[in-house]
């Protein structure tokens, strides 16, 4: 079966509507897509080949389908535009799960080009046959399978497709999309029509990408006069700086690292005891939701006795996890400002008083302390740096111990918080921001995860990137959660920390990139200049830390918290 071509050879269907659907991408500003090779999506690699060829569209080619996703997820968590992800059909589609899984929950657009079997070789024991249209089940914004495409097809009806998916997916709650492609053979154009791909790009129009629509929800109201509103932003929440520039008072998950005016000690404040008259006058009207906290217990704690709460949001579908949100909109009226006085200044007080003892909790220590090296890092980066956090305990030694400072865009999968995939979305934030200096900071566990996002072929392209890991050989975060307790103390190495002796430089340098083992705070800081952050390509600082004093050196710090407090 072809569609001949107005201006040259056959075109089989397939490959006319794998054309089809890249020239929409680009007509419609998209920049980049990730591709997992196979036979079944062939007609998308040869289209998305061509246009990477003419300087129309930016092509990342990926192995692992898991790692692919990532990516895809990296690049349109840093740009806000969605990337395409194509595989396979298969297991491929389905090892797009998590990425996928990722995005609907954390609010990234993602447009998923699933190839696939023509509709009459399913359910017979075919070759590499799933039934690729529940895979992603619950978790797309929206899904669409054309019918095969057959010499008649009018490629119009894929066009409109396409830009459906495409406002599906950017839309008021941006997220992701499928496009499952049903391609018969043949797979491949004819050699003399293949050897002339400017013929069929010159039809492209390329256009302006257009983000998602403003809301038209009723903003969260700004605190009135004298009101006592209290914000809580989650680690990556872009308004935190900005309402605490205005004189409200700002918990951010990502403590200092989120603006030179949020309560730096924001975190260990709300983890303080708050018995007796610590904060008299001092207890909030209103809590407003910068986002979707979810990683300290003691915000859950403070949402749960907040006497109003209102949220900005939602940065996923679960925009109240609390079910008792007064306001759920998309954005915040205008602060015209400051906190009242007494307020203000009560946290500002206790805030300066505890930022002290942080201070002194970590001095005197080596980056052996995750904590201090966390707080070394957000330091160090220079001014307009992206910092990507992996999850467990390393975002919490930021939000905890990181001093006030402008300048940094932090970035973290916190929509279902794994720590699969964390250095492709770093890969792909880098590729999406180049002029941002970027660095990741992640455990070892997160790291070896997905060493897989590492195997980049000679031909792709490559951002620069640091990767700072905290390498404690094991689980740090569970030493300081309840299976940390003394009574856990046989099992916890093998079942909670799960320890795997990897020598990382070996395996960093096996891989082809640079490795650095750094133990002094001044040689990391100065590995974190924005001069040694360009033109590195990937590589990879080993920080070697301790995971068996954690549990203790927080029991300290909290007491001396909560004696700051007292006084």
């Known amino acids: 079966m072809t569609a001949q071509s107005p201006s040259g050879p056959a075109v089989p269907p397939a490959v006319l509507l794998a054309r089809t659907l890249v020239l929409a991408a680009i007509g419609h500003g998209l920049t980049d897509a990730v591709l997992s090779p196979g036979s079944r999506n062939a007609p998308l690699s040869l289209a998305l080949h061509a246009a990477d060829a003419a300087g129309l569209l930016r092509l990342h080619v990926r192995v692992d389908e898991r790692s692919a996703g990532f990516l895809a997820l990296g690049l349109g968590r840093a740009s806000g535009r969605p990337a395409l992800v194509s595989t396979t059909s298969g297991t491929a589609v389905a090892n797009l799960h998590p990425a996928v899984l990722e995005a609907h929950h954390g609010g990234v657009p993602m447009i998923v080009l699933s190839a696939d079997r023509p509709p009459a070789l399913r359910a017979l024991g075919a070759n590499q046959v799933i039934d690729q249209r529940q895979v992603f089940s619950g978790a797309l914004r929206w899904f669409e399978e054309p019918e095969p495409p057959a010499p008649h097809s009018d490629p119009e009806q894929w066009r409109a497709m396409f830009q459906h998916a495409l406002r599906a997916s950017v839309g008021a709650l941006p997220g992701p999309v499928q496009l499952n492609l049903p391609f018969d053979v043949p797979l491949l154009p004819e050699a003399a029509e293949s050897e002339d791909p400017d013929r069929w790009l010159s039809q492209v129009r390329p256009g302006g990408f257009e983000a998602h629509p403003a809301t038209d929800a009723e903003p969260v109201a700004a605190p009135e006069p004298g009101e006592r509103v209290l914000f809580v932003a989650d680690l990556t929440h872009p308004a935190a700086a900005g309402v605490a520039a205005a004189g409200q008072l700002v918990v951010s998950e990502a403590g200092g690292a989120a603006g030179p005016r949020v309560l730096e000690a924001g975190i260990p404040l709300l983890e303080a005891d708050f ?77 300066s008083a505890v930022r002290d003892v942080l201070a002194e909790a970590v001095a005197g220590h080596d980056l052996g302390l995750g904590p201090l090296l966390a707080r070394t890092v957000v330091a160090s980066l220079p001014t307009s740096a992206m ?13 905890r111990f990181s001093c006030c400072r402008a300048g940094v865009r932090v970035l973290a999968n916190r929509g279902v918080a794994g720590i699969d995939g964390t250095v492709s979305t770093a890969i792909g934030a880098a590729l999406a921001d180049p002029e941002r200096p970027t660095v990741a900071l992640l455990g070892d566990l997160t790291f070896l995860h997905e060493l897989n996002g590492l195997l980049i072929g000679p031909h792709e392209p490559v951002p620069d990137l640091t990767f700072v890991v905290s390498n404690n050989d094991g689980g740090a975060i569970f030493g300081t959660l309840e299976p940390g307790a003394a009574q856990y103390v046989r099992p916890f190495e093998r079942v909670f920390a799960t320890p795997l002796g990897v020598q990382l430089g070996q395996v960093v340098e096996s891989l082809g990139y640079e490795h650095l083992m750094v133990t002094d705070p001044e040689e990391l800081a100065a590995e974190l200049t924005a001069e040694a952050l360009q033109g590195t390509g990937i590589r990879v600082i080993e920080v070697p830390t301790d995971r068996s004093s954690l549990r203790e050196f927080s029991a300290t710090v909290r007491g001396s918290v909560d004696r700051a407090l007292r006084r």
């Open 275 to 351: 018995a007796g008259d610590l904060f008299a006058g001092a207890t909030p009207d209103r809590v407003v939701v910068l986002g979707r906290p979810t990683l300290y217990r003691a915000v859950s704690a403070l949402l749960g006795s907040a006497p109003v709460i209102d949220v900005v949001g939602p940065t996923g579908p679960v925009a109240d996890p609390t079910g008792r949100a007064r306001t759920v909109s998309g954005a915040l009226a205008a602060i015209l400002g400051p906190a009242p006085t007494e307020f203000r200044e009560a946290w500002l007080d206790a805030d």
């Open 387 to 399: 910092l990507v956090l992996g999850s467990s305990q390393t975002p919490r030694d930021v939000g």
